[in-house]
């Protein structure tokens, strides 16, 4: 059973980096991808990249964080890591770890996230 | 950068059949997929590649994706099924969500 657990600072200055690491358990962390996605507070989700391992490491990212995010994955601890620098008050969220699905069907690509992490929230705040 | 746009809510009555759109430029050339926000807690998948349900996901649930629309559909609803909906898909690049819908089961 896979699951996913996100670890990290609950609280962070303005204009700090926010640091995230999320845990896997239940499957390999090689050749799958690993999604972070936030929430701020009574909104909608967004999506902030994935990363793929496969003794290679590929990223996609959000176009509008890509200057300053970064994801990242340790295979030894079974963990991947979000950075995100220079943070304001609109980063406040419930961030979210996920495992992605990618693939081509019949009409085109796809990618969706069929497991999540229980989120952990991050409040910027001096 | 490629949009999707729901309405905020819809309601329906336990029993009947809810129908939740997602509309965007050319979505049916795209693959949508469907979470499930209940209070509190993270996002399920209910629906990916359009119209597949995951594992222990309810056969309620079904999925649609034609021209600018797709469509989540749950019949005979439930008062469990009251949540947040997601649509998402991808475009190449990124992974795109829906504002989301507030599902009222009354």
């Known amino acids: 059973q896979v699951q996913l657990q996100e670890s990290g600072p609950g609280l962070v200055k303005p204009s700090e980096t926010l640091s995230l690491t999320c845990t896997v358990s239940?499957?390999?962390?090689?050749?799958?991808?690993w999604s972070w996605i936030r929430q701020p507070p009574g909104k909608g989700l967004e999506w902030i990249g994935f990363?793929?391992?496969?003794?290679?490491?590929?990223?996609k990212y959000n176009p509008s964080l890509e200057n300053r995010v970064n994801i990242s994955v340790d295979t030894s601890k079974k963990q991947f890591s979000l950075r995100l620098t220079s943070v304001s008050a609109a980063d406040t969220a419930v961030y979210y770890c996920?495992?992605?699905?990618?693939?081509?069907?019949?009409?085109?690509?796809?990618?969706?996230?069929?497991?999540w992490g229980k989120g952990t929230t991050v409040t910027v705040s001096s | 950068s490629y949009d999707l746009t729901q309405s905020p809510s819809v309601s329906v009555s336990p029993g009947q059949t809810a129908s939740i759109t997602c509309s965007g430029d050319?979505?049916?050339?795209?693959?949508v997929c469907w979470y499930q926000q209940r209070p509190g807690q993270s996002p399920v998948v209910v629906i990916y590649?359009?119209?597949k349900r995951p594992s222990g996901i309810p056969e309620r649930f079904s999925g649609s994706n034609s021209g600018n629309t797709a469509t989540l559909t749950i019949s005979g609803t439930q008062a469990m099924d009251e949540a947040d909906y997601y649509c998402?898909?991808?475009?190449?690049?990124?992974?795109?969500f829906g504002g989301g819908t507030k599902l009222t089961v009354l």
């Open positions: 996920a495992r992605g699905r990618k693939g081509v069907a019949t009409i085109t690509s796809y990618y969706y996230m069929d497991v």
């Open positions: 239940g499957v390999s962390i090689s050749y799958s991808y």
């Open positions: 990363v793929y391992y496969s003794g290679n490491t590929n990223h």
């Open positions: 050319e979505l049916g050339d795209k693959y």
């Open positions: 590649q359009d119209n």
């Open positions: 998402q898909a991808w475009d190449g690049i990124t992974a795109v």
